[in-house]
C-alpha cells in the first residue's frame, strides 16, 4: 500500500456513517434530535449519565463532559486504545500496511506523496486536546494576536520546543551527504489538508527566527499551496471568502468571522492552486486584504489573473497584513450574515 493509497483509506474511515462505527464498537445510541447519544467512549471517563453526543451531520462526536471529540478514528483510538492504523482496519475493514519510504523501488520519479513521509507527520499532529496541549509560548502567541482556540482545536494545530524530524528516515543532500531534516523549534506546525480533509503535509512556522533564518518550513522537496481548501468546498454557493498569505493570517481571519483560504506564501501559488481558486470564483465571492509591502501586492495582481472579480480590502496604513490589524483591533469582527 502506497502513501496515496493509505490516504484514501483513511478518507473512507472518517467518512463512514459514525452511527454504524459505534455498532461495530457496542456503543449504544439514543436519539435527540440530530444528535445520538451515548456513554463517553474515552476509557478514562466514568460516564455514568450518557454526556457524548454524535453528530449525525458532521459525522463527529463530542463528550460534553470530559469534551473528547473528533471523528471515526478518533472514536476508535480511544474506544479501543489501539494503533492508528488499527482503528483504520477496524473501520473500514481493510489491512492497512503502509510501506516504508526506504522500501519504494529505487528508479521511479517520486511523486510529492512519496517524499513525504505522511505517516510520520500524522504522528506528529496525532488527535489530542490540541490548545490544551500547546506549550505556553505558542499560548502566548496566538492570546496576543487574538486568535480562537477552537481554530487550533478544529485545525489540528500542536507546538513543538524542540527540533522534530520531518520523517523517519536520513535524506540525501544534494551533495549526497545522509541527514535526517528537521522541523525547527520552537515552532507551531500547521496540519495542510487536501480538498477531502486528510493531511497532505506539515508546515512549521519558527516563534522567534535568527536573523539568517526563515520563518516557514516545510519538508525539503516539497510545497504545499493551498491551506484549508476542504473549509472552502463546505461553503454554500455565494457565500464569501477571504484569500490571504499564510496560515496566520487565516487564523485571524477565521476568528474574525469571515471564512479563509490561505496561500502558504506569496511566492508559492501553483498551478494546482490557481485552478482551485478560479473554479471557487465561479461560485464564491472572493475578497482579500492584500498585505502592505511589495510581495503582497504581486501576490495580489496575480490573483487578479485568476479571478476579476475578487474584492480588495484596504489594510491601515502601517500595518503589514490583516494578522497584526486583527492583533491590534482596528478591524472589526464580521458579524454572521
Ligand atoms: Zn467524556
Redesign the pocket.
Known amino acids: 500500500m502506497n502513501d496515496y493509497e493509505f490516504r484514501r483509506l483513511r478518507q473512507r474511515a472518517i467518512e463512514r456513517d459514525m452511527t454504524d462505527v459505534c455498532r461495530d464498537l457496542g456503543i449504544e445510541l439514543s436519539t435527540r434530535g440530530r444528535w445520538r447519544v451515548c456513554r ?1 467512549p ?1 476509557l478514562e ?1 466514568e ?1 455514568r449519565h450518557p ?2 453526543r454524535v453528530n449525525v451531520n458532521t459525522n463527529r462526536f463530542r ?1 460534553f ?2 469534551d ?1 471529540h473528533g471523528n471515526n478514528i478518533d472514536l476508535v483510538l480511544m474506544a479501543r486504545r489501539c494503533s492508528y492504523n488499527e482503528a483504520v482496519r477496524f473501520i473500514t475493514g481493510e489491512n492497512v500496511e503502509l510501506k516504508n519510504v526506504q522500501d519504494a523501488p529505487p528508479d521511479t520519479t517520486p511523486a510529492m506523496a512519496n517524499l513525504l513521509d505522511i505517516q510520520w507527520l500524522h504522528e506528529l499532529v496525532s488527535p489530542r486536546d490540541y490548545y490544551q496541549c500547546l506549550s505556553p509560548w505558542a499560548k502566548d502567541f496566538l492570546s496576543k494576536r487574538r486568535i480562537d482556540p477552537n481554530i487550533i482545536n478544529t485545525k489540528g494545530i500542536v507546538s513543538i520546543d524542540r527540533p522534530v524530524a520531518t520523517q523517519r528516515t536520513k535524506r540525501k543532500s544534494s551533495k549526497g551527504h545522509l541527514y535526517t531534516p528537521t522541523f525547527p523549534a520552537p515552532s507551531l506546525l500547521f496540519p495542510y489538508r487536501d480538498e477531502n480533509d486528510i493531511i497532505i503535509n506539515l508546515q512549521a512556522r519558527l516563534d522567534k527566527p535568527d536573523v539568517n533564518q526563515q520563518r516557514f518550513h516545510f519538508p525539503p522537496g516539497c510545497h504545499t499551496s493551498l491551506w484549508n481548501p476542504h473549509d472552502a468546498l463546505k461553503l454554500p454557493d455565494g457565500s464569501d471568502l477571504w484569500l490571504c498569505e499564510g496560515v496566520s493570517d487565516a487564523m485571524a481571519l477565521m476568528t474574525s468571522g469571515r471564512p479563509a483560504l490561505a496561500i502558504a506564501s506569496a511566492t508559492s501559488l501553483t498551478q494546482e492552486a490557481s485552478d482551485f481558486i478560479a473554479q471557487q470564483s465561479t461560485r464564491l465571492r472572493l475578497h482579500i486584504y492584500p498585505d502592505n509591502d511589495a510581495p503582497g501586492q504581486r501576490l495580489y495582481q496575480q490573483l487578479l489573473g485568476i479571478s476579476s472579480s475578487i474584492r480588495r480590502h484596504c489594510i491601515p496604513d502601517g500595518i503589514k497584513d490583516f494578522g497584526e490589524a486583527w492583533a491590534k483591533g482596528v478591524i472589526e469582527s464580521r458579524s454572521p450574515a
Do not use: E, L, R
Open positions: 463517553c474515552n471517563h460516564d454526556s457524548c463528550c463532559s470530559c473528547a
